[in-house]
């Protein structure tokens, strides 16, 4: 019977049954690929797995004592949060137990992992466990990012399986912990789907399937605080964002310092994030392999763009070495081009 009492569905309001959850979705996936082993399914639920336990972590680190530092720093020298620590041990027990990867390149591992016990595994992982770690303790949305390569014929799984450009990737994409877990997945050549974790179901839910960004919008993400090192190219760009010509409005300004959050913002509303490199950082900030690769197929198999400070296209660079830093900007299709032209 129908209830109005918030246990179960209002009155005249249907129960949807037919549920696509992630594991429902790969499955499908699979069958439409003949020469599908099933591995890349397996590794996704892996993936999967460890998404669900991150976000379990962080909802309760308040309570459980896991704020603060874990008191060591990474290979990028950034100082590591506990849950930094925990997030990279949860993804790297799910990669090894789902024995379908051979080799995993993390933000907070200085080298390569190789699964030397997982023979058989084909694929090779990149990971940023926890994106936007800063935020964490004041519960400001974090996420995971992740790119999937497949390992030369062959390969038992070399550094050469993963020092690859972006438009080599199979899969990629992020998991963004926020008000809900939110999923964003895409496959080369194919859409952006967005899964949304239902806590009472444990599972993803399909909840905006064919993800496609506005053509434009007037909305921009940068930390404006690093202005002073910008070249004036940049300054220009942003500079002219804040005008208004013809009576026209400026552009609004958005800023949460975790990637996947802005990045999420600006799939669904559309408008441009960038965190170019600049007089301080002059390869940039963002890591080529686990931040900007996987980001830049998300944009673009959504319609988007996505480029580095030279104005190359993001998923051509090829990285010489695991850690390697980008500028990047990335959004909508016309607001990239302006990027672009001011760069010319
Ligand atoms: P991480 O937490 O993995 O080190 O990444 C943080 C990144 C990214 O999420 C964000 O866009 C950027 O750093 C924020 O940097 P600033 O604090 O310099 O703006
Ligand atoms: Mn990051
Ligand atoms: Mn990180």
């Known amino acids: 019977m129908a ?21 429902r979705f790969l499955t499908e996936e ?18 999967q ?19 603060g530092l874990a008191g060591s720093s990474n290979t990028t020298g950034d100082e590591q949060k506990k849950l930094d620590v925990i997030s990279n041990e949860l993804f790297i027990e799910a990669m090894r137990s789902s024995g379908k990867c051979a080799l995993l390149v993390s933000e907070e591992e200085e080298d390569i992992i190789y699964f030397k016990d997982s023979t058989n595994a084909r694929y090779a992982v990149a990971c940023d466990p926890i994106d936007g770690s800063s935020n964490l303790d004041a519960g400001v949305s974090v996420g ?40 964003v997945i895409t496959m080369k050549g194919g859409s952006v789907n967005g899964f949304t ?28 605080g690093n202005s ?3 070249d004036d190219k940049v300054k220009r760009y942003f500079n002219s964002l804040k005008e208004a010509p013809d009576g026209g409005k400026p552009y609004s300004a958005r800023y949460i310092g975790s990637m996947v959050a802005d990045a999420y913002r600006t799939l669904l509303y559309g408008g441009i994030f960038a965190y170019p490199a600049d007089k301080k950082s002059p390869k940039g900030k963002l890591r080529i392999l686990y931040e ?16 580095n400070s030279k104005m190359e ?28 032209a001011f760069h010319k």
């Not at 209830?3 to 696509?20: C, R, W």
């Not at 797995?49 to 704020?67: D, G, M």
């Not at 993803?204 to 434009?216: A, C, D, E, G, K």
């Open 313 to 340: 296209r993001m998923l051509e660079v090829v990285p010489q070495h695991i850690h390697d830093k980008s500028g990047l900007f990335m959004g909508s299709y016309d607001e990239v081009e302006k990027v672009k």
């Open 292 to 307: 900007c690769a996987p980001m830049a197929m998300v944009f673009e198999n959504a319609g988007g763009q996505a480029v």
């Open 144 to 183: 995971t990012i992740f790119g999937i390569h497949k390992l030369a014929e062959g390969s038992k799984g070399t550094k050469e399986d993963i020092l690859k450009p972006g438009t080599e990737l199979v899969a990629a994409g992020f998991t963004m912990y926020g008000a809900s877990a939110q999923l």
């Open 49 to 67: 797995f460890s998404f669900k336990s991150i976000a379990y972590y962080i909802r309760r680190a308040t309570l459980v004592n896991l704020t």
């Open 228 to 230: 002073l090192y910008w």
């Open 197 to 224: 974790l239902d806590n009472g179901l444990g599972e993803f839910i399909l909840t905006h399937p064919n993800m496609r960004l506005p053509r434009s919008r007037a909305i921009y993400s940068v930390n404006e």
């Open 3 to 23: 209830s109005t009492n918030g246990n179960g569905p209002a009155e005249g309001e249907k129960v949807n049954t037919n549920i696509v959850t992630l594991t």
């Open 30 to 47: 699979q069958v439409k690929h003949k020469e599908a082993t099933g591995d890349f399914t397996l590794l996704c639920h892996a993936l």
